[in-house]
């Protein structure tokens, strides 16, 4: 057969696959941190390519109890492992997608949030309101099967946090999860503490929180856990709500918000504080390695690295380039908001107001980054990188005291804001209405998100865009965002 005629019957897709880690690519991943002298150096090539890739076997889903199939696990315990990756076998772009499906739904490791004795109590769903999806399926963990009659719980892929279940049980991959991560992790320690020496228990818990510190800060208010005691340590995973979380790398005094990956290929910055620039598909995939699996390798200044065993595995660079095609292949749910007579008053509003100065239609986002209070971006980062320096006043310590700090917050896009929440860089706000109510800014407020390891009251300071609006006018404006 002609070459032509192969291509065209394989539906003529050829993968052009970056090389993951490769160094120069690696090197200019990053923004510096606020304090560029901290600001971390990745493992080289050579050691990221020794770290054996992942083999990524035939998982399955998992069941509320009172939805399980009959016979379920008896039927698992009989199938045979499987390789599911296989790109020998991919030939269509739609295959890669599909593929890449299956990357981010596969666990990375076990019992993390919940075991699998949890998955299989209801009172365990009732205590965390863990959500279950309209089939009875749960989108956050997954069976595996390694070896014959041997069913593992699989849990924290890319799906354990970036999956939402709505109200009516309707799936969103990619959407801001709403898995309640952090109060299931709190509802295990203290289980684990009533079943064991509560002093290990609590000696494990600050080991754990030993990886948010960062030992050059005057003042590490990541510190803190290592004085708290487990009842408070436990309050400060119960205030962690779902959409939010204390990810690697992040803190548990300040977690931020889970992001929306819909739309994810239109965004020059990746996280909250634009640590990760994306300039590529290339850089996609480097960023699902570097926070899923060699995180832990990186020197920060003269300290050294938290892990340095380093994982048991990585995604090889066919399995997260299919990871990234499948990411850029999201689509937001059917929006059920119409542009009527009302939202088309808000858009006006919205002109009027100079949001799309910085939410820029039609990414609604400028894809810049602005300085926080107590930051002065260097001389040279005005043409490194996209700023925007206007004054915005949000809360810095998660721009600044975390080993994602940049000293700033990107300009999030402002679409899908009707089928996610909550909303700012922590959460902080449980709804669209909350952000745009001027008492988030006294002192005496409690924060209908997520309001801070001890739960109390505490502003929720800067954005001030569109406070002061008149209640009709709010109203168009909000009809106006639940459109978009
Ligand atoms: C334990 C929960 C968790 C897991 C597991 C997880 N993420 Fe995330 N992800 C987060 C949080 C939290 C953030 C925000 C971090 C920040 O802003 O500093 C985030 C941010 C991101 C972003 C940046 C998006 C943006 O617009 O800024 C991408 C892309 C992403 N994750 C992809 C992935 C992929 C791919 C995987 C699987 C390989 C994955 N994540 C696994 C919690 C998780
Ligand atoms: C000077 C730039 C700027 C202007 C002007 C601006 N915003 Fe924002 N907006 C931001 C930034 C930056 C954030 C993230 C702040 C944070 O998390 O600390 C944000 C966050 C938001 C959020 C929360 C999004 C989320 O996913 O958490 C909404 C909603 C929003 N803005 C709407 C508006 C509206 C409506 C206007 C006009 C009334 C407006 N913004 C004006 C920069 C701006």
């Not at 993951?20 to 606020?34: F, G, Q, Y």
């Not at 390891?453 to 008149?470: C, E, I, K, M, T």
């Amino acid at each position: 057969m002609q070459t032509w005629a192969v291509l065209l019957l394989a539906g003529a897709f050829q993968p052009q696959i970056p090389r993951t880690w490769k160094t120069s690519d690696v090197a200019a991943l990053e923004v510096p941190l606020a304090n560029p002298k901290y600001s971390p150096v990745q493992i080289s090539e050579e050691a990221y390519y020794r770290i054996p890739a992942r083999v990524i076997y035939k998982t399955y889903p998992v069941y509320h109890p009172s939805r399980e199939p009959a016979g379920y696990r008896e039927w698992l315990r009989t199938r045979e492992p499987e390789i599911a990756f296989d790109p020998s076998k991919l030939k269509t772009r739609e295959d890669w997608i599909r593929a890449g499906e299956l990357v981010f739904n596969t666990p990375t490791s076990g019992a993390v949030f919940f075991s699998a004795g949890d998955l299989g109590d209801s009172a365990f769903y009732d205590q965390t309101g863990m959500p279950v999806a309209k089939d009875g399926s749960v989108p956050f963990a997954r069976w595996v099967i390694r070896r014959k009659g041997e069913v593992e719980m699989g849990s924290m892929g890319c799906h354990t946090c970036h999956t939402r279940v709505m109200a009516d049980g309707t799936v969103i991959p990619g959407a801001q999860g709403n898995n309640p991560g952090d109060r299931q992790g709190a509802r295990m320690l203290s289980r684990a503490a009533q079943a064991a020496d509560p002093a290990q228990v609590l000696a494990r818990m600050r080991g754990f929180a030993r990886q948010f510190e960062m030992p050059w800060l005057p003042e590490d208010p990541n510190r803190r856990a290592q004085t708290m005691s487990l009842t408070e340590l436990k309050a400060a995973g119960d205030a962690i709500p779902p959409g939010v979380t204390a990810r690697s790398n992040t803190s548990l005094m300040v977690p931020p918000q889970i992001p929306d990956l819909i739309g994810v290929e239109e965004r020059r910055y990746l996280d909250h504080t634009g640590v990760v620039r994306q300039r590529s598909i290339g850089d996609l995939m480097r960023y699902a390695s570097l926070v899923q699996d060699v995180v832990a390798l990186a020197r920060y200044g003269d300290l050294p690295p938290r892990s340095p065993a380093g994982p048991g595995a990585r995604f090889s660079d066919e399995q997260l380039y299919a990871l990234a095609l499948y990411l850029y292949s999201l689509q937001p749910p059917p929006n059920p908001n119409r542009f009527d007579a009302v939202a088309a008053r808000g858009k006006k509003i919205f002109q009027r107001e100079r949001c799309a100065g910085c939410h820029t239609p039609p990414l609604y986002t400028n894809n810049k980054l602005i300085p926080v209070d107590g930051f002065q971006p260097p001389p040279d980062h005005q043409q490194r990188f996209d700023l925007l320096e206007a004054p915005l006043g949000t809360d810095p310590r998660y721009a600044l005291q975390t080993r994602k700090g940049t000293g700033y917050y990107k300009v999030p896009s402002l679409k899908g804001v009707w089928y996610r929440a909550p909303l700012e860089h922590n959460g902080s706000v449980a709804t669209v209405e909350d952000w745009f109510d001027p008492a988030r800014l006294r002192p005496d407020y409690v924060p209908t998100g997520f309001k801070g390891p001890d739960g109390r009251n505490r502003s929720v300071p800067g954005h001030q865009f569109g406070l002061a609006l008149s209640p009709e006018e709010k109203r168009a404006l909000l009809a106006f965002l639940r459109t978009l």
